[in-house]
């Protein structure tokens, strides 16, 4: 079974360029998460989506950033203008529906490093 | 208070050592508890879920303690590849806007 895909690896872009994510789940899973995760941190829930629906975006900073997940499978994040406190892995996650609870193991990708100079 | 707080470490043990982790949560009506290992510049991966009657999944065993608030883990018969960040997290109902919410993770460094 494939696992959750993310492109670029890895990126270095100056403060204030603009920088976007791609990150395609496992397929069959409607929940798709994005996370932030700072050197020395846990991950840090940004936005989740349930299908193509927004789940919860309460700590995503929307002045900067943004995500769509069209057509309910593949998504992208983007950061515009980038600060240098941006810098950090991002993280993209997949789960089955799960119910009324968190039960379902989140798979997630290998990450995009963003380092902003 | 932190949602999650875990000691960050580095548990510093020897091959073979015993090795217990806790992690408290603020949140009372939290409902799911998992234990995922990020070894060093990977993603995080799921180590076991955490049930109200504990769990063993081999030298691993999970217990949760929702009096206190805590939940832990031990690692028995410790390995070198045991050597990674392991990340408590905490996830509450989901329609009262609840996140799964992650730690920042206890590093465990196993020495031969």
């Known amino acids: 079974e494939a696992g959750v895909a993310q492109s670029p690896r890895y990126k270095i872009i100056e403060k204030r360029q603009s920088v976007a994510f791609w990150c395609n789940p496992i397929?069959?899973?409607?929940?798709l998460y994005w996370y932030q995760q700072i050197l020395g941190q846990g991950p840090k829930l940004l936005i989740q989506?349930?299908?193509?629906?927004?789940?919860?975006d309460s700590q995503l900073p929307k002045d900067r950033f943004s995500a769509e997940r069209l057509k309910g499978v593949d998504s992208t994040l983007k950061i515009q203008p980038a600060k240098l406190e941006d810098s950090a892995v991002y993280l993209c996650?997949?789960?089955?529906?799960?119910?009324?609870?968190?039960?379902?193991?989140?798979?997630f990708g290998p990450g995009t490093r963003l380092t902003v100079l | 208070r932190k949602e999650v707080e875990q000691d960050p470490g580095p548990f510093n043990v020897p091959e073979g050592a015993t090795v217990a982790f806790n992690c408290t949560y603020s949140?009372?009506?939290?409902?799911?508890f998992f234990w995922y290992r990020q070894d060093c510049r990977k993603e995080p991966k799921l180590l076991m879920s955490?049930?109200?009657s504990g769990n063993e999944d081999g030298r691993f065993t999970a217990q949760l303690n929702r009096a206190s608030q805590y939940i832990s883990l031990l690692i028995r018969d410790s390995k070198l590849s045991d050597s990674a960040t392991y990340l408590c997290?905490?996830?509450?109902?989901?329609?009262?806007?609840?996140?799964?919410?992650f730690g920042t993770g206890t590093r465990l460094a196993v020495r031969p």
């Open positions: 949140n009372s009506a939290s409902q799911s």
């Open positions: 997290v905490v996830g509450g109902l989901k329609s009262s806007g609840d996140k799964l919410t």
């Open positions: 989506f349930q299908n193509n629906g927004v789940v919860d």
């Open positions: 955490v049930y109200s």
């Open positions: 397929s069959g899973h409607a929940t």
């Open positions: 996650a997949s789960s089955l529906d799960g119910g009324r609870v968190f039960t379902d193991t989140q798979y």
